[in-house]
């Protein structure tokens, strides 16, 4: 025997996975579950596009924050949106948008919340054709 301490006595007692008793294993697998849940990282970002003259004209929620700025100003040219036409006419005036991170989470509802924000309490007119709506 390679230790002469029993594990269970190494292991802290709310870690102990008792075999012999199904109720104590599934509250056991259910914190286990919830401890995973919260360690998740928040894999989506809301983010703003800010005009460096104007301010802010439009709100999204992406994976990738870098990789969606460079996809915006390429697409820009093909699309007919409202943002793609600012950020065209942005582009052509010389200027680049700046995009601000506003928060990291897991809910895609979260970026209506932001457009609703910004339209409803900050009145800023952004350029978002969809969302707002809650």
Known sequence: MLFSTPIEKLLPKRDILFRDDPTSRMRYKKRLREKRRLCQPKHLCVYALLDPDNGLFYVGVTVDPEERLERH??????????????????????????????????????????????????????????????
């Not at 910004?118 to 969809?130: G, S």
């Open 73 to 134: 100003i390429s697409n820009c040219k093909h699309e007919h949106s409202k943002a793609a036409n600012y950020l065209f006419s942005l582009l052509h005036r010389g200027s680049r948008p700046i995009m601000v991170l506003l928060e990291w989470t897991d809910d895609k509802a979260r970026e209506d919340v932001w457009i609703q924000y910004f339209k409803e309490v900050l009145t800023i007119p952004l350029k978002n054709t969809f969302g707002g709506y809650l």
